[in-house]
């Protein structure tokens, strides 16, 4: 999927009037549907790399990439897109870190994104918010501190609100958010293949998002991990999507422009 600021006549943006902000949100900004990249099950490498042209595609196209998923490891192949485009912060709300080097010969699934993504040079750092589940082994928790993780917890994150979501994300960096659709409580958030209890309700997560939104420049978003097999009645699907409505009207209010490439 991909979105514009530049009003394009093809496509309506008459926005929608959010009777809890008592305000129009997305006025006058365009949305595309790009299309799904086509995935081989067997075959990572050139998954990962058809991942990174269609995010290039749409950079190229001075649009904002709106990545939904689906497995997380996407996030490192949408990040490799930004090569070019100076240093990026990576906003990551999830209830793990991710962070596992290898298990079991696997370097690119979903527990070892944030772990590939810490490799990338141009990304200056990771912030984690939501943390809070149970880890069985040291190595991936200490290579996190020792890269200098900024982690807020779930529990940390209630109590401190919006503000201490703002607090771990640098002042107007660019800034690449991931939002793992498990950082919610499982029962807000249940279709997902490993969801906690003990997790963030649907406003806590839309706040916080927001506060990151107004600290920092979002040049691109992925929702992952939403798994419509293992869903009741739509919950997940529909609190992803407006969870998305949501973050991108943060985003859209910043209204700066993207960075081109160098
Ligand atoms: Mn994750």
Known sequence: MWWSYRSRDD?????????????????????????DVEIAPAEIPG??????????????????????GGDHAITFPVLRAFADRGPVHVVQLDTHQDFVDER????????????????????????QLGLRALQKYAEPLEAAAAYGVRAVSATELRRGGPDAAAAV????????????????DIATAPG????????????????????????CRVIGLDLVEVSP??????????TAARLLLS???????????????S
């Open 229 to 238: 097999p293992y869903d009741w009645a739509e919950v997940t699907s529909r």
């Open 104 to 127: 079991q010969g696997t370097r690119f699934g979903h527990g070892n994104v944030m772990r590939r993504v810490s490799e990338l040079p141009f990304v200056a750092g990771i912030s």
């Open 47 to 68: 998954n990962l790399d058809r991942i990174t042209a269609a995010a290039a595609e749409i950079l190229a196209d001075g649009s904002l990439p709106v990545v939904v």
């Open 169 to 184: 994300v640098p002042p107007g960096a660019a800034c690449y958010l991931s939002i793992d659709i498990d950082v919610l």
């Open 192 to 215: 997902t293949g490993t969801p906690e209890p003990g997790g963030l309700t649907y406003a806590e997560l839309r706040d916080a998002v927001r506060a990151i939104a107004s600290r």
């Open 11 to 35: 496509v309506a943006a008459g926005g929608w009037y959010d009777l809890d902000l008592r305000r129009w949100i997305l006025r006058g900004v365009t949305m595309a549907d790009w299309g």
């Open 247 to 261: 973050a991108l009207a943060a985003i859209a209010e910043r209204r700066e422009p993207f960075p081109s490439a």
